[in-house]
């Protein structure tokens, strides 16, 4: 087998900057004939509600059904499924499960409680944090299955109070995934509905005379479950437009070649426009990786993914210090940011910009995928500057409390009627002063 023809960069070189821009390059917009189709699929479904659903799932998972009632799993099929799995599959949804409830608890704690308290004047000031009443969470059924995206939609919302979850996962030719739906019962989902697509967007969207319109969406998909999510947002919210998966790997040469490789390869799988970088000073330990990615690909049964993800966006990048490659890190403000080193901590205050951190070399990306504890649902394609992770914080909403004492309008009034003149807008600015006047 040929060696693998990935890109390797040196920050050194003279045109560092254009190489490196192409190798960032992707374009988020979608085909055009994609965003007709999911325009035409969300309209169908907005006016013929069951009926579109109905067809829309024939028609591309070849799952034929009379109502979508029948499209539901009961609670018991959820049940039966866990029962069912082997022991060990068992043991190992429980125990991710039990860590990534544990993890939200901890955050519900640090950021999802209500606050008030009262000025001097008397005057209550607070916040009322409240759940959502019903979300969606969209699982990935088509190439592979996802149990663990369950685990990472379902938990959160279920530790924020969320009323209800809603679940839809396509079953192409009704095959369903053990694994998918034990993980849906130990997570707490409501309803489960085997649809997907833009159908099963739009029907969450919208509600339908069976599937209840819902507050939120969360969860992957492909490029039409993306398209559809961007045209519903702002009639529900949704959680980010994620792009192809990524992994950046800081490392300082002190890892062994081939768990970077095979760190590398763990993104590359997923599809053949994610992304997996290595930065590095040492390169020496560039060439190590490199052979390690030749000598281990061939044994790897998704290699043929793999070698298109190194050769299309892969890149092995030698900089001229682990502070140049922190300063490159920021610059691409990746999802899953490896920290490969014998003194992470060192490094970890110069990193801003990244979906999750994963310090070093026994922390790999892996483990944060399926059990660490933190969600796997992170930004992708550089939104890390400006997003998080999915949360406990997605599935709460927070309202202002505002009580305002006679002693507080008094003090207040004033303030507040100058500004509404200066806007002019007389009306607010009289509402505020008649709380100052003897009555």
Known sequence: MSAVNIRQLSTTAPDFEDQFHRVLHWSAETDDAIEQRVTEILADVRSRGDAAVLAYTERFDALKADTVAALELPRGELRQALAAITPAQRDALQAAAARVRSYHERQLQACGLSWQYRDENGT???????????????????????????LMNALPAQVAGVGEIIMVVPTPRGEKNALVLAAASIAGVTRAFTIGGAQAIGALACGTATIPRVDKITGPGNAYVASAKRRVFGQVGIDMIAGPSEILVLADGSTPADWVAMDLFSQ????????????????????????????????????????????????????????????????????????????????????????????????????????????????????????????????????????????????????????????????????????????
């Open 124 to 150: 209550l000031l607070g916040q009322k944090v409240t759940p959502l009443d019903r979300v969606g969470i969209y699982v990935p059924g088509g190439k592979a299955a996802y149990p663990s995206s369950v």
């Open 268 to 439: 590359a799988e997923h599809d053949e426009l994610a992304q997996s970088i290595l930065l590095c000073p040492d390169a020496g330990y560039i060439a190590a990786v490199r052979s390690a990615i030749d000598r281990l690909l061939p044994g790897m049964p998704r290699q043929a993914v793999i070698r298109a993800s190194l050769e299309g966006r892969g890149a092995l990048i030698h900089t001229r210090s682990m502070q140049e490659a922190c300063e490159i890190s920021n610059r691409i403000a990746p999802e899953h940011l490896e920290v490969s080193a014998s003194q992470p901590g060192q490094w970890e205050p110069l990193l801003r910009h990244a979906g999750a951190i994963f310090l070093g070399a026994y922390t790999s990306e892996s483990l944060g995928d399926y059990c660490a504890g933190p969600n796997h649902v992170l930004p992708t394609s550089g939104t890390s500057r400006f997003s998080s992770p999915l949360g406990v914080y997605d599935f709460q909403k927070r309202s202002s409390l505002i009580e305002v004492s006679e002693a507080g309008a008094r003090q207040l009034g004033p303030i507040a009627a100058e500004l509404a003149y200066g806007e002019g807008l007389q009306a607010h600015a009289r509402a505020a002063e008649m709380r100052c006047e003897p009555t």
